[in-house]
């Protein structure tokens, strides 16, 4: 059997979704003879080489590098998965949704209390820097998302049986303990 | 036998007191139907729809509907699971329902239902919606953007002399449930602990408590609502 290409995204995450995929343990071991990784931070492969067959996204769209770099997963990846509440519903970082986008940057770099150096009051606005959205959004209002796992982190036993159907083309099955949203 | 009536609920048929609602009925002969805004003990008002069942192929809420002799009821069918399921969808993008940051993950309701329906994602946009916080009572938060005007507090928490601690404000789709300020700062901590429990989701919270138990022993971590 030729071995599924992977490729992984960190967007407005906080990593954790990643970490959650290494409490798979000892299956790692089993998984690695099935899958190679292409464009990850895990291998830190920064762009795709080849066609990949499973983009695993994980973190929803929060600034305009997201929104390209998910873009370009889903020109890349065969399948698409949101990994995580991030990713499907905007999570943490979407809790500043309610809050005006000016409110949020004056806070962060003017009038929070651990604010310290920034004398001038600059708020970061050079070209290099990618925009800000307005909101933070769920990866499905950007692009066709094909499979959702939830979770916070989504448990390590979802994502090796989602990863293990995936691969083996059989049906998942999906025991009560293993959909959490938190 | 006057007073018997039966029903037929999923093929299954049901002799029952006549004078009952379907859902008392369902609960009785152990049938689940899901519910939100329903509260034993208080008047059900079919707020939330979400225990709708086909009765000679009609949509009703059980809640609400007396039972009728000869009545053939569908219960757990593709479709009104898929209705249900729904509806859970549209409460969850029509407020705030941050799981991770929730005090009530775990107990709440809206999510136990949500994890037997298995939505993985919600089938409509999220709305993202800016209500205030209301947090001047001493004993309740009450987060207004994770409440899904269910009513379960307005019926339930009353003081001694029959007085409401919560009530509607506005209508449409401004409506929604305020804490009496008044009342608020005076509200027992007992009251305001039954106040938490009886939300069905986290809209109220019990100030000073939350995140006490951990992940694995809260009431849906393992056993599905409704068994």
Redesign the interface.
Known sequence: MNKKVIATASLAGCFGCHMSVLDIDERILDLIELVEFNKSPIDDIKKFTKPVDIGIIEGGCCNSENVENLRYFRENCKVLI?LG?CA?????P??R??IPLEECLREAYLDGPTVQLNKEGILPNNEELPQILD?VV?C??VVK?D????G?PPRADLIWDALYALISEQPMN?P??V???? | MENQIKIVIDGREITAEKGKTILEIARENGIFIPTLCHFKGADPKANCRVCTIKINNRMMTSCTTPAADGMEIENETPELNDIRKSIIELLFVCGNHFCPTCEKSGDCELQALAYRYQMMVPRFPYDFPQKAVDSSSPKILKEQNRCISCKRCIKTIKDEKGRHYFAFKNRGNKLEVVLDPDMGMEISDKLAQIAMKNCPVGSIIYKGKGFDQPIGTRKYDKTPIGG
């Open positions: 949101s509440e499907i519903m905007g999570g943490l979407a809790m949704n309610g909101r769920p499905h209002e998302i499979y959702f796992l939830p916070c999906i009560y303990e959909i959490k949203f938190d």
